[in-house]
């Protein structure tokens, strides 16, 4: 007898529980294109899908987990083409460079500032962007958004061994790369 | 352990995610072996710079704008097409002539056959817009009318009939009542807003409508003894039906009728009290702000100020006392609004020992000032609320999700932090505890 409350419902509850998420979500999605214009797209299409499949949603059920893999999903179909191939980094170069710096330092803490003290933000968001999305993901997630490893693995869907064996990858991979760029604007001798 | 065994704990040991034991284990290799313990010392200083230097990205306000709205407006669209077939056929009363027969004869059925769910309140099909209302309260109460927008926020209704109609639109608020929607109908070049309450399972159905078309001899007209009672008091009673209620009252220059089964002095009250706290009430709690500068200090402490024109506090610094409790939070944010009851009642209890409450709010849009002032008002908080744009969360720096929730000593330094909702309970002892 009374009209329709159906819609404002599922509004309502999407507005209240799927909103508040947004925030984690677009800068996920920043990290993730590397670019504003893809994020803004990657975070609308998201969003517009979550709300059209709102009722495949379970409640009471990480909300955040699986907004993060639509948005995934979303991401890989997308980008799939466009996968760059790996480069090949040489990780021995730096723990070269470490033991022999750091027989002259005492303080780790400095000697971290020391190897990476003259990158610019762009190198770090360039040093990110050259990781293929299985890593940077992981990355993002945990050292960038500060999520815990059952977060993550429930992310995107993979046992916690391989969310623990892709950070410490996808960390070197940074690792050498962010070496690589100081290195190559003479910051590092 | 041997080599690579550490090394597939590398990450975990740098996320201090191992178990003590391990951890043992763990040292005991890195100890004596320069490689693996090469490896984990650099695998943590990256870890470090990349948390330093790539901070969280909050959306643009643009972006979450257009979401919101794109996200608004597909529920709204579903919901007008339902209803818009139906709404072809109501309201319009010329057509009501020839309705007006096929209905009865299904109440006489019912009325007969079965006893209906309500009794009907059929009334002329007139110029008179009380007879008009009775009959549209029975069409509301049959389903027969729908709002062309559901919705439970007064606002939202408010924003759309004022798009719809030309007069001053005051969406009554009622207290213990949900608000169903609304719609606007045309009778002739006149606008007419209808909107529906529910109490329990009491419908209360409002009507509103230009006063100076109804004064002008048109074709939507009251009895003369209405107008002169609503020109002298404001207020206006029909009992032409001693079962369904009608009040009419003034406000603006609009004319609001209110029609529901419940006993006269009921639905006065309600109506005087909806007339009372409508959304532009000016009589406002007066605690919304703008944030208007933040100053980073050397000391890593924040201060910010904000627009105030009352001459109380308007900066941190000046308001911030022995603790202060700064939560970020927004209306649309469910688990925040959750929360808002349990600071209100923290900044109320704690007043007197120095603690402070204040809510930065991260709503955005045109009209967040008012938007925000009204729920609010309508949510009694007491405390200031800032309204943030994004510098704030910014300078916050930590700002992933909403609430987010800082509490800031004596120094005027962050000292606990915490990422989604909380209980009372557990405020009061951290409250507790940092006081000590």
């Known amino acids: 007898m009374i009209p329709q409350k159906k819609q404002t419902v599922k509004e309502t509850e999407f507005l209240d529980e799927a909103i508040p998420h947004m925030d984690s979500l677009y800068s996920f999605a920043r990290r993730l294109t590397g670019n504003p214009d893809d994020a803004d797209d990657l975070l609308q299409d998201t969003y517009l899908k979550a709300y059209r499949f709102w009722d495949k949603y379970e409640k009471g059920t990480n909300i955040r987990a699986w907004l993060f893999r639509i948005m995934k999903n979303s991401f890989i179909n997308r980008y799939r083409k466009e996968t760059k191939e790996p480069e090949t980094i040489d990780f021995d170069e730096i723990q070269d460079f470490y033991t022999k710096a750091k027989d002259t330092v005492d303080d780790n803490d400095d000697l971290g500032k020391k190897i990476f003290s003259g990158l610019l933000d762009d190198d770090v968001t360039r040093a990110l962007d050259s990781l293929s999305p299985d890593f940077k993901t992981v990355v993002i997630l945990c050292d960038i958004e500060g999520y815990t490893y059952e977060e993550i693995a429930e992310f995107i869907d993979t046992p916690i061994g391989t969310v623990r064996s892709r950070l410490h990858r996808g960390r070197k991979l940074l690792q050498s790369k962010l070496f690589k760029y100081a290195k190559e604007k003479g910051y590092l001798k | ?436």
């Open chain 2, 1 to 436: 352990m041997d080599c690579n065994e550490v090394l597939e704990l590398i990450s975990s040991a740098v996320d201090e995610r191992l178990e003590k034991d391990t951890l043992k284990n763990f040292y005991q290799h890195t100890n004596v072996c320069k490689i693996c313990r090469n490896v984990f010392e650099l695998e943590s200083i990256t870890k470090k710079f990349i948390q330093t230097r790539v901070q969280p990205i909050r959306t643009p306000d643009y972006l979450a704008d257009r979401l919101i709205s794109q996200i608004k407006n597909s529920a709204e669209s579903r919901s007008s097409y339902k209803i818009n077939s139906i709404l072809s056929l109501i309201l319009q009363w010329r057509k009501w002539y020839v309705a007006i027969p096929a209905i009865a004869a299904i109440g006489l059925y019912f009325i007969i056959f079965s006893p209906p769910a309500h009794h009907y309140h059929t009334s002329p099909v007139d110029n008179n817009i009380i007879h008009q209302i009775y009959n549209n309260y029975d069409a509301v109460v049959d389903g027969k009318i729908k709002p062309t927008l559901t919705t439970d926020d007064p606002s939202v209704l408010e924003n759309y009939l004022k798009e719809n109609v030309n007069y001053n639109v005051n969406i009554p608020k009622l207290r213990d009542c949900v608000l169903v929607g609304g719609t606007v109908s045309q009778f002739d070049e006149e606008k007419l807003s209808h909107i529906i309450y529910k109490h329990g399972d009491c419908i209360i159905y409002f009507s509103l409508i230009d006063f100076r078309v109804v004064v002008g001899n048109r074709s939507i007209t009251l009895p003369q003894k209405a107008i002169d009672e609503l020109v002298r008091t404001g207020w206006y009673y029909a009992d032409d039906h001693k079962c369904c209620s009608v009040i009419l009252w003034l406000k603006d220059s609009t004319l609001y009728i209110a029609a529901a089964e419940m006993e006269k002095d009921k639905l006065m009250a309600y109506a005087k009290e909806g007339n009372k706290n409508n959304i532009n009430d000016s009589k406002s709690i007066d605690n919304v702000f703008t944030l208007k500068n933040v100053t980073h200090k050397n000391d890593h402490s924040l201060d910010f100020e904000w627009d105030n024109n009352s001459g109380n506090a308007n900066n941190f610094k000046s308001f911030h006392s022995k603790l202060t409790i700064i939560n970020f939070w927004a209306t649309w944010c469910g688990p925040c609004r959750k929360e808002l009851p349990d600071l209100v009642a923290i900044s109320n209890e704690f007043a007197t020992k120095g603690v402070r409450v204040i809510g930065i709010s991260t709503d955005r849009g045109s009209n967040v000032v008012a938007d925000v002032s009204e729920f609010i008002n309508k949510n009694k908080v007491t405390y200031p609320i800032v309204i943030d744009n994004g510098e704030l969360a910014k300078a916050f720096g930590n700002v992933r999700g909403i609430p987010t929730t800082f509490l800031v000593n004596e120094e005027g330094k962050v000292v606990e932090s915490f990422m989604g909702l909380r209980t009372k309970e557990f405020f009061v002892e951290k409250i507790n505890r940092l006081l000590q």
